[in-house]
């Protein structure tokens, strides 16, 4: 290993992160004297990692499915994953009013109702036809002039202030718009009348390991990589003027360029905690004003035989009485996940601020109960509660701005190429995640031939 004349060891390339985008980077760039791939946790994957549960049960963090349109990053994961893949067609439902409906609420409001269903449709009706409605100015008016008031009533308003916590009037317009099906009105007149086909909206099939998880995806990354990730090793402080990150291990190592995917306000803070004075006031300014909601998710072991609604791969709950916004079942999708004659589900609740998930615990298994997803002829095996912080980055009257003053002058000063779903602060998939990290390796790469 190369060594500066200040005692720092020298590499081209430092990674900070081995989750999928910096995976895929330390991947793409090959060589393995060309980087070093640093990760504070005790194992690779970032949120797309599968954890071990008492009794052979394999958890991943809530459900990671994969949607691959790019035929690049398919390839790649077909390279990777080898015959350990497999196509599955989505079983996802709404439970609302005591019924459960099809996936997306808006295209199948048959079997809620008579009441409701007619709300629903008139609604979008009047929203889309007969109202002259200004343009939105915030999410929840996009919402509203979307889908009408019926919709956004019995499941769009309280389903979204379910995850974010957050009044939706603070969000920006657009706001995971890409990822909310947006039916034709014929589509929506046959789903009340029971006629829709199961196949609305951006994850109609998805891909997903046939053994060990999503997490199979990531590790066979890692197995493929010249150079594997160094766990349990972060920096601590980054300074921009010798360009050398000090690590907690005490070492210190000289960069040509750092390909970050840890969350930006992390990499402001290792910036200023390493050199203050290079960081721009707006910078430090801008970083405050980024804001994320929390995921606690509860990974649940059951043992019992599967009923009635028990195997949906995922339900959503949109009404207040449930403090879960969605429940879903890693054994559904992969029966290898959950020993014989058990079950499994990752169960999600929204939080915005400081918090402790444990508070949830006891309404988890009521809530669990009450829809009868655990009854009483099961046992309840374990009840795992985990944080995700942050987990959906929240796009607000800030956000643009403050992003791109960060993202602007890390470009354009610094030699850091910043990625990934918390590294560009942003709403991405997995798919999104490693064609990040292809990205990084390739602009790096394409320096050589400069
Ligand atoms: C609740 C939820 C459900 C999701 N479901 C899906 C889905 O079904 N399908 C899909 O395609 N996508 C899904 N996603 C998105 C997907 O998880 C991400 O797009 C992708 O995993 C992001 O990868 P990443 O490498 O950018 O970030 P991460 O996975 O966050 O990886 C970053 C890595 O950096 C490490 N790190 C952080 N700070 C430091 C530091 N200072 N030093 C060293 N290492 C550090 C972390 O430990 C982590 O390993 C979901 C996300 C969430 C929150």
Redesign the pocket.
């Known amino acids: 290993m190369a060594v500066s004349p200040t005692g720092a060891s020298v590499v081209d390339t430092l990674i ?7 995976l895929s980077c330390a991947y793409h760039l090959g060589d393995a004297d060309r980087y070093r791939l ?4 005790d194992g ?5 990692r599968t954890r071990s549960r008492p009794g052979g049960f394999l958890c991943d ?7 691959l349109k790019s035929p690049t990053i398919k390839g790649f994961v077909e390279t990777v994953l080898g015959a350990n893949l497999e196509s599955r067609a989505r079983r996802a439902r709404i439970y609302s009013k005591g019924v459960y409906t099809h996936y997306p609420f808006q295209a199948n409001t048959y079997g809620l109702p008579a009441e409701v269903v007619a709300e629903c449709v008139h609604g979008l009706i009047q929203a889309r036809y007969e109202e002259k409605r200004p343009a939105p100015k915030n999410y929840k008016e996009w919402i509203r002039n979307e889908f009408g008031e019926g919709i956004c009533k019995h499941f769009m308003y309280p389903y979204n202030e379910k995850i974010y916590r957050v009044p939706l009037e603070t969000l920006a317009v657009d706001f995971a718009a890409k990822y909310i099906p947006r039916p034709s009105v014929e589509a929506v007149v046959k789903g009340a009348l029971g006629l829709s086909p199961e196949s609305l909206g951006y994850n109609a099939s998805f891909v997903y390991p046939k053994t060990g998880g999503i997490g199979a995806l990531p590790n066979a990354i890692h197995q493929n990589l010249k150079r594997r990730a160094e766990l349990e090793r ?2 601590v402080s980054l300074s921009l003027p010798d360009q050398t990150a000090s690590l907690s291990d005490g070492s210190r190592v000289r960069f040509s360029h750092l390909v970050n ?3 930006l306000p ?1 990499l402001v803070e ?1 910036l200023v905690k390493g050199d203050a004075t290079s960081v721009p006031e707006a910078v430090r300014d801008a970083v405050v004003k980024l804001r994320a909601n929390s ?1 606690f998710y509860f990974d649940v072991g059951i043992k019992g035989a599967v009923r009635d609604h028990q195997d949906y791969h995922w339900i959503y709950f949109p009404e207040e009485e449930f403090p879960f916004y969605r429940v879903g079942s890693y054994s559904a999708v992969e029966r290898s996940l959950a020993p014989e004659g058990c079950r499994s589900y990752y169960v ?1 609740c929204g939080h915005y601020g400081e918090g402790d998930p444990s508070r949830y615990e006891q309404a988890v298994i009521d809530g669990l109960r009450k829809v009868g997803l655990l009854t009483d002829e099961d046992e309840l095996l374990f009840l795992v509660p985990n944080v ?1 912080s942050p ?2 980055v929240l796009v607000d009257d800030h956000y643009a701005a403050a992003r791109g003053t960060i993202l602007d002058w890390l470009a354009s000063s610094t030699p850091i190429i910043t ?5 560009r602060w942003q709403y ?6 490693m064609r990040e990290g292809q990205e990084a390796a390739l602009q790096i790469r394409g320096g050589d031939r400069a």
């Open positions: 900070v992160g081995a989750g999928l985008t910096g640093l990760e504070k946790a690779v994957g970032g949120l797309a963090g809530t459900g990671h499915w994969l949607h972060a920096p995917t840890a969350p992390d290792m995921v999600e995700l987990a959906y990625m990934g779903r918390y590294g991405n998939a997995m798919e999104d995640a």
